[in-house]
């Protein structure tokens, strides 16, 4: 990239650059301790922040504000309100206070609520977080905001974030006192997310009514070519991609969002983007930008992206990687086990309370990943299984379980990679391999957590890793506070963990089948189900913790868990109706078609005084595909309409919701795959697997 192109990053980012510039010395200052050392909101900045932030946004263009909030559907949302507030002989007003900025309002009752808000009772509030930037995108300036209803209970993705940050860094520090730090005045987890997302010509998109309507094909013959040569990962990006790729930088590079590594997926058509590590808060609002504006970027590039978890089968998802660690404001990242990790007490005791954390509530974290399109995608071959599992790798499994045994640890030098070719370096090895396979990694000072969809928002996710960790925190805290020997309490808590919660830690294949009867035999959770892994939100233990934590009330967990039974079932409906009007208006009349031009073919043959007898077998069987692919069609017409006529509650119908996905649906879509392997392209209706992945 040119110098004028890294000229351009934050340049729409109400950053610190920014505010410096723009605001008193004594408002900039509140700001940062707001954002940096979790000081409480003060009101008196709003109105000085408020004018600076609008002259700075109109100077770039901008003439309209949002409010912008990630409500339960996991997307952007907010309105858009002009800064006119009135006329004056002629002249607009532009106006906006500190109110304006610090308060909205939306209809909270308009979106999934759970049952916290009844249609009656409509008012949400969005509050300014001012601890994640504002900026400006287009001509609106963005403000970024929680969204409560007028109870003050979370109808959004950010307050428990930021809930979660907060006890986490109250429950940190008590941790870091105890081990001797007095400088570090707050600690908070940062995040980076690798997103994976496929691209589409769009005008094969607009062809495909399951691309349009559900984001992933539902139905589809595989091609005779897929990702078996492993030729696309880190490939050579074609040129229609890579100029998409820049635009995107720079878009994002605009907003202060340093997306950093950018390559070919696994899978024809998939690519991946990831970003720098940002604090949690931020990294969520970072995410939720990069995911929108791939979807605007693309289409300008004449693309579609598709950000479904299994946009085709067959092939690779997509998933979004969640690298969490937790940093001091001094910069110190916990999860560093430094040249002498034996000896660093506040890793070993940071990495003790992410394993019990993991243990103890891997219920919650299998449920903070499950999203409908995450089914067809656990457990492939991209992606971990449902059973929540650790990978430490060697030597840290090792330091572990000597020290818990009261063993003293010898570190093994690190080798070098020795490749037999002289004239290359001699690198040194890191102390494991990765682990693909792993639901949740340790990768030299952070963990992994690789479950998590790609179309999803991480907020749930990081906002139960935070409050977990806590929670595990305040009981360390409570035995390090006040120990007469501080040495002894951390080693007595490593022989804890590794007694009561190494049953987590698993170091090998969690593709095998193997390991799916080992973690049975742990007791290990596994649930491949979106329907059973909701359950998570209202099991006791989980409701206990988060009301330690408050991270959510009960009310908040069980609103939850209906809005997430809700959701699923409403996927599998609209995935259902949206085959039911392929299948009925498009697939079968070009089978029909196509059977009319065959039969047409065979009559005049004989009519001619010659038997084509690959003619009739192929009429047989093709008529005995439709007549499957028609029983099938109906079978699952019937099956909507069973259920569009019972009153069954949110569970039961999720269950029943499932159970059309694995058969009515299924078969409908095996039948019908089967039939586009019977029907020459021409008269097949919509665009095929290797059109759409391979036409780019």
Same mark, same amino acid.
């Given at each position: 990239m040119e110098k004028d192109t890294f000229s351009l990053f934050g340049s729409h980012l109400f950053d610190d650059r920014t505010m410096q510039e723009r605001l008193p010395q004594n408002v900039y200052d509140c700001l940062r301790k707001i954002r940096d050392e979790?000081?409480?909101?003060?009101?008196?900045?709003?109105?000085?922040?408020?004018?600076?932030?609008?002259?700075?946004?109109?100077?770039?263009?901008?003439?309209?504000?949002?409010?912008?909030?990630?409500?339960?559907?996991? =997307?952007?949302?907010?309105?858009?309100?002009?800064?006119?507030?009135?006329?004056?002989?002629?002249?607009?007003?532009? $106006?906006?206070?500190?109110?304006m900025l610090a308060k909205g309002e939306s209809d909270a009752s308009s979106f999934p609520s759970g &049952?916290?808000?009844?249609?009656?009772?409509?008012?949400?509030?969005?509050?300014?977080?001012?601890?994640?930037?504002?900026?400006?995108?287009?001509?609106?300036?963005?403000?970024?905001?929680?969204?409560?209803?007028?109870?003050?209970? !979370?109808?959004?993705?950010?307050?428990?974030?930021?809930?979660?940050?907060?006890?986490?860094?109250?429950?940190?520090l008590r941790i870091l006192r105890a081990l001797?730090?007095?400088?570090?005045?707050?600690?908070?987890? =940062?995040?980076? !997310?690798?997103?994976?997302?496929?691209?589409?010509?769009?005008?094969?998109?607009?062809?495909?009514?399951?691309?349009?309507?559900?984001?992933? =094909?539902?139905?589809?013959?595989?091609?005779?070519?897929?990702?078996?040569?492993?030729?696309?990962?880190?490939?050579?990006?074609?040129?229609?991609?890579?100029?998409?790729?820049?635009?995107?930088?720079?878009?994002?590079? $605009?907003?202060?969002?340093? !997306?950093?590594?950018?390559?070919?997926?696994?899978?024809?058509?998939?690519?991946?983007?990831?970003?720098?590590?940002?604090?949690?808060?931020?990294?969520?609002?970072?995410?939720?930008?990069?995911?929108?504006?791939?979807?605007?970027?693309?289409?300008r590039h004449g693309f579609a992206c598709l950000l479904d978890e299994k946009p085709f089968a067959g092939i690779n998802g997509s998933g979004k990687h969640n690298n969490w660690s937790i940093v001091t404001s001094n910069g110190r990242n916990l999860l560093d086990p430094g040249d002498e990790p034996e000896k660093n007490l506040i890793f070993l005791v940071s990495l003790c309370a992410v394993i019990t954390a993991v243990d103890k509530y891997a219920d919650l974290l299998r449920m903070s990943a499950a999203c409908?399109?995450?089914?067809?995608?656990?457990?492939?071959?991209? !992606?971990?299984?449902?059973?929540?599992?650790?990978?430490?790798?060697?030597?840290?499994?090792?330091?572990?379980?000597?020290?818990?045994?009261?063993? =003293?640890?010898?570190?093994?030098?690190?080798?070098?990679?020795?490749? &037999?070719?002289?004239?290359?370096?001699?690198?040194?090895?890191?102390?494991?391999?990765?682990?693909?396979?792993s639901p949740f990694a340790f990768t030299g000072n952070k963990f992994e957590f690789r479950m998590v969809g790609s179309s999803q928002s991480i907020g749930l996710a990081n906002a139960v890793t935070n409050a977990i960790v806590a929670d595990v925190f305040h009981d360390f805290a409570d035995k390090l506070e006040g120990a007469l020997d501080?040495?002894?309490?951390?080693?007595?808590?490593?022989?804890?963990?590794?007694?009561?919660?190494?049953?987590?830690?698993?170091?090998?294949?969690?593709?095998?089948?193997?390991?799916?009867?080992?973690?049975? $035999?742990?007791g290990l959770p596994n649930l491949p189900s979106m329907v059973d892994a909701a359950n998570a939100f209202i099991e006791p233990k989980n409701l206990e913790m988060f009301q330690r934590t408050k991270v959510f009330t009960n009310t908040e967990c069980h609103a939850r868990y209906e809005i997430m039974l809700e959701d699923y079932a409403k996927h599998i409906h609209i995935d259902a109706s949206t085959m039911v009007s392929m299948v009925g208006r498009h697939i079968v009349p070009a089978g029909y078609e196509y059977l009319s031009s065959l039969s047409r073919a065979e009559y005049y043959t004989e009519q001619n005084g010659?038997?084509?007898?690959?003619?009739?077998?192929?009429?047989?069987?093709?008529?005995?595909?439709?007549?499957?692919?028609?029983?099938?069609?109906?079978?699952? $017409?019937?099956?909507?309409?069973?259920?569009?006529?019972?009153?069954?509650?949110?569970?039961?119908?999720?269950?029943?919701?499932?159970?059309?996905?694995?058969n009515e649906m299924a078969a409908l879509r095996s039948a019908a795959d089967e039939l586009e392997t019977q029907v020459p392209q021409a008269h097949w209706p919509i665009p095929d697997y290797c059109t759409l992945l391979f036409d780019l």
């Open positions: 979790n000081q409480a909101w003060d009101p008196q900045v709003a109105d000085v922040v408020a004018g600076a932030m609008k002259d700075w946004a109109i100077e770039l263009g901008a003439t309209h504000y949002i409010h912008w909030f990630s409500p339960m559907t996991g =997307t952007g949302s907010g309105k858009h309100d002009s800064f006119i507030d009135g006329v004056r002989e002629g002249e607009p007003i532009m $106006r906006f206070s500190g109110k &049952g916290l808000r009844a249609t009656f009772e409509a008012r949400g509030y969005t509050a300014w977080d001012p601890t994640s930037p504002a900026f400006v995108l287009g001509t609106t300036l963005y403000i970024p905001t929680a969204f409560c209803a007028y109870t003050g209970e !979370a109808l959004d993705q950010k307050t428990p974030v930021l809930r979660s940050m907060q006890v986490l860094n109250k429950q940190a001797g730090d007095t400088e570090s005045v707050s600690v908070q987890p =940062t995040v980076g !997310a690798e997103q994976e997302y496929f691209l589409v010509d769009k005008d094969l998109f607009d062809q495909r009514l399951d691309l349009k309507v559900a984001g992933h =094909t539902l139905l589809g013959a595989l091609p005779p070519k897929g990702q078996e040569l492993e030729d696309h990962y880190y490939g050579s990006i074609n040129e229609r991609v890579r100029a998409f790729m820049r635009e995107l930088d720079e878009e994002l590079w $605009r907003l202060g969002v340093p !997306a950093k590594t950018e390559h070919n997926e696994v899978a024809p058509g998939q690519y991946e983007l990831a970003s720098v590590f940002a604090t949690a808060n931020i990294a969520c609002d970072h995410n939720q930008i990069m995911m929108e504006l791939m979807r605007k970027v693309a289409l409908p399109g995450n089914e067809a995608r656990l457990g492939g071959n991209e !992606a971990p299984p449902a059973i929540v599992s650790v990978f430490l790798g060697n030597t840290i499994t090792n330091l572990l379980k000597e020290l818990a045994e009261g063993h =003293t640890f010898e570190k093994a030098a690190r080798g070098e990679l020795h490749t &037999g070719v002289k004239s290359l370096p001699l690198l040194a090895l890191d102390d494991s391999d990765r682990n693909r396979t501080v040495h002894a309490v951390v080693h007595e808590i490593i022989a804890e963990t590794w007694r009561d919660h190494s049953r987590v830690i698993f170091n090998g294949n969690n593709y095998s089948a193997e390991w799916a009867a080992e973690a049975e $035999r742990r010659f038997a084509c007898a690959s003619a009739k077998a192929s009429i047989e069987k093709l008529c005995v595909t439709i007549d499957r692919t028609v029983g099938a069609l109906e079978a699952l $017409r019937r099956a909507l309409a069973e259920l569009d006529s019972s009153h069954l509650g949110e569970r039961a119908r999720a269950e029943r919701c499932r159970e059309l996905a694995h």
